[in-house]
């Protein structure tokens, strides 16, 4: 059994908040209660970018 890091589940957590909010940061910032400038933050440590709008 592979037990998931910290970092793992924030990931994970992060995903599905921006996923929901569809990527609208002062949304996931609320959702998250953590503020605006940390969602901006965790989005770089992770590597994080809004999907490409479809065309």
């Known amino acids: 059994m592979k037990i998931k ?4 589940k924030e990931l994970e957590l992060l ?3 921006l996923t929901k909010t ?3 940061l002062e949304k ?3 959702l998250l209660q953590i503020p605006l ?4 933050k ?4 992770h590597g994080l970018q809004k999907p490409d709008e479809p065309v």
Do not use: C, G, H, P
């Not at 400038?37 to 901006?40: A, G, L, R």
């Not at 965790?42 to 440590?45: C, G, L």
């Open 22 to 24: 569809d990527w609208n």
């Open 37 to 40: 400038t940390q969602v901006k």
């Open 5 to 8: 890091t910290l970092r793992d």
């Open 42 to 45: 965790k989005i770089r440590e």
């Open 15 to 17: 995903e599905a908040v």
């Open 28 to 30: 996931a910032s609320r």
